[in-house]
């Protein structure tokens, strides 16, 4: 990190290690890979000529500058939004071209599996579908989350907690029309 | 004066639980040492949902192309250049055809990419190196030693007009 803003050259280990990352939160909140790919760029270059302004602070050096990322991320999805908005939006499972098994049974049972997951998710609000997504897909601790939604770690945990009761009652209506 | 900790509200506290299962929930699906997953209390159903998003909700990668071509961006803005007059257009080597390990989206239309001067792709380096590597390195086969004997052979053999 420190090379990286001594020397801009250095940056592309971190672009490596966290081009997936922003582009998953990305494909996820706007459903289209082109448009996913357009905000990752204009992430990483924002990040790039911003690095000597980034202020690592102390505890977990490579959290915080993901979570700086990540910041940076949140605008520019906001403001991709602002003109994803003026389009209709796919469905999250049609943006998804998944083909992860060769046996087609376990093909299709994965693609159910993940139509399911998407599906529940989809449905949810704004907010709670950004905090599940950086919590289950990111991994990321309750903390991070917090300083990238610019919420308390306290609203952050109610805030999934409220996404996983959605999630759970929307399962349990898609069981209930299964039968 | 209370030096006690002003109670939760009962969302919180239940938010808390969900937390502290998803963490071990989490680091139980993450390679390495697995921690001990106690029983929860909270509703079996979103106990159930918190499994299906853990197991189900994969994290994408761009295209091979897309990141490459990204770097390469990134390497000439932080090398404070673009192409130079001497570069030339090209298209981006395929892709290699090993399955990815995470569900990759379909590629985007072929781009173009510079290369010249400093940008170069990884491939374009690696195809370089492996070609001056086989150039260099003694044959260890008979046949490819008379191989190269008879290609040195034509080559240093003057040449006759006809």
Known sequence: MEAARRDPRAFEPLYRKYVGQVYSFALYELRDHHRAEDVTEAVFLRALTALPRFDERGEGADSTFRVWLFRIARNALANERRHVRRHPEAPLDAAFDVAVLDDPAARAAEREALAVAWRAIDRLPEDRRRALVLRFVEEMTTSEIAAILGRSEGAVRVLIHRALRSVAAELGRDRDEAR | ?162
Do not use: C, N
Request: net charge positive; aromatic share 8%.
């Open chain 2, 1 to 162: 004066m209370s030096f006690l900790r002003p109670a939760r509200r009962p969302a919180e506290e239940e938010a808390m639980q969900v937390d502290l299962y998803l963490e071990t929930l989490l680091a139980a699906h993450a390679p390495g040492p697995r921690g001990i997953v106690d029983e929860p209390t909270f509703d079996p159903g979103e106990r159930a949902a918190a499994q299906l998003l853990a197991s189900r909700l994969v994290r994408f990668h761009p295209s091979f192309r897309f990141e490459e071509a990204l770097a390469t961006r990134l390497r000439a803005v932080a090398g404070g250049r673009g192409g130079g007059a001497d570069a030339t257009v090209t298209d981006f080597p395929a892709p290699p055809t090993g399955v990815p390990a995470t569900p990759r989206p379909a590629f985007r239309d072929r781009r173009s990419i510079l290369i010249g001067g400093a940008i170069a792709s990884g491939f374009s380096l690696a195809g370089v190196a492996l070609f001056a590597w086989r150039v260099a390195a003694p044959p260890r086969t008979p046949f490819g030693r008379a191989a190269r004997a008879a290609h040195r052979g034509r080559v240093s053999a003057p040449k006759v007009r006809t």
